[in-house]
């Protein structure tokens, strides 16, 4: 399923211990593996290129909204919130933002409970449930996110670069 590709070097400081493997899969999305085997936790993220510059007219908000939306459920969990209560009973935490050109979603967890944490990330983007109760709570809530930061100066500035 998986390809490597062996030209891509992987450049690190000396001092790291740490070993890093890149692969690309068949449908071209790229992973980078980092095995670091003095640490209890193991943590996952997916970057997606798409962010707020990628809103349609009249539809601003939309990728942040999406953001929100993929950790509600999927088919293969279908109760709500399954995912955060997951992770968070397994040691971990979960969470993501939105940038202008970017959308990244992370999370880390204790060993013990990766491989379901990482398949229940996994259906975030396979097979998400965007139920219409949680629409229009999401839909709620990113606006009040927005409104809330309308009036910081710093979100303001930060949104003129």
Known sequence: MA?????????KARIDKRNYKRI?????LQVLLISDPD?????ASMSVGVGYFSDPTGLEGLAHFLE?????????????????KYITEHGGSTNAFTSSENTNYFFDVNTDGFEEAL???????????MSADATMREIKAV???????????????NQDG
Request: with cysteine; hydrophobic share 35%; glycine share 2%.
């Open 119 to 129: 398949d229940r990330f996994a259906q975030f983007f396979t097979k998400p449930l």
């Open 143 to 157: 606006d009040s996110e927005n409104q809330k930061n309308l009036l910081s100066d710093g979100w303001r500035m």
């Open 3 to 11: 390809v490597e590709n062996e030209s891509a070097e992987i450049v």
């Open 24 to 28: 690309v899969l068949r449908n071209s």
């Open 39 to 43: 640490t209890d936790k193991c943590a």
């Open 68 to 84: 929100h939306m993929l950790f509600y459920a999927s088919e293969k969990y279908p109760v709500e919130d399954s995912y955060s």
